[in-house]
């Protein structure tokens, strides 16, 4: 086995980028509790776990500040959903997983910032 696919045989959670400005430090601190992440946009990261269904533990959706609606279907995969793996959802990341599973989530004028 390469040293890449030794890695990556290591990856224990599948962290999934949607904009998020604490997706690194989510890394790091799976990393400083002895935990190996990969850090992937969501069509990637589609990609990557059918390509290895058994390598991880769990999924974060580390969210951002965008709303469901600004994407277009198949921007967010619903394939990284629909997976046995437990799910941490985050912001965005709870917006999509409301949206793809029938739930509604109004917009709102106010900002939280």
């Avoid at 990557?48 to 994407?71: N, R």
Wanted: with cysteine; aromatic share 6%.
């Amino acid at each position: 086995m390469s040293n890449a696919a030794e890695e990556l045989a290591r990856v224990q959670f599948l962290i999934v980028e949607l904009g998020s400005q604490y997706t690194a430090l989510i890394g790091r601190s799976l990393r400083e509790l002895g935990y190996r992440s990969i850090i992937l946009p969501p069509l990637k990261a589609a990609d990557w776990l059918a390509a290895h269904p058994k390598a991880i533990k769990g999924i974060v959706l580390s969210g951002g500040e965008a709303m469901i609606s600004d994407f277009e279907p198949g921007d967010l995969p619903l394939s990284l959903l629909k997976t046995d793996h437990p799910k941490l959802a985050i912001c965005l990341g709870m917006h999509w997983v409301a949206d793809a599973f029938g739930g509604q989530v109004p917009s709102v004028k106010a900002s939280h910032l």
